[in-house]
């Protein structure tokens, strides 16, 4: 999750397990967690945003490291501005 927006909804980016060919993807590594992990090597997609209502969350699997979270934060902002 990248924030909480007004009326309930999240503003989020792709995780997934497949390893694609992109520079916009950052590797998720156990050490990455604060609490909880994903339990299989997964990568962020900070490229490919959305918003979802908390209606459909179904649960959290963890939450990150406050350096991880910046890093990945960083680069969207990084991207964004190029």
Known sequence: MLAVTNYNDFILCQITSKKYNDTNSIKLLDFDFEIGSLHKESFIRFTKIFTA???IIVSELGKLQ???FDSIINSLIEYLRS
């Open 66 to 68: 406050k350096e991880k």
């Open 53 to 55: 209502n908390d209606s």
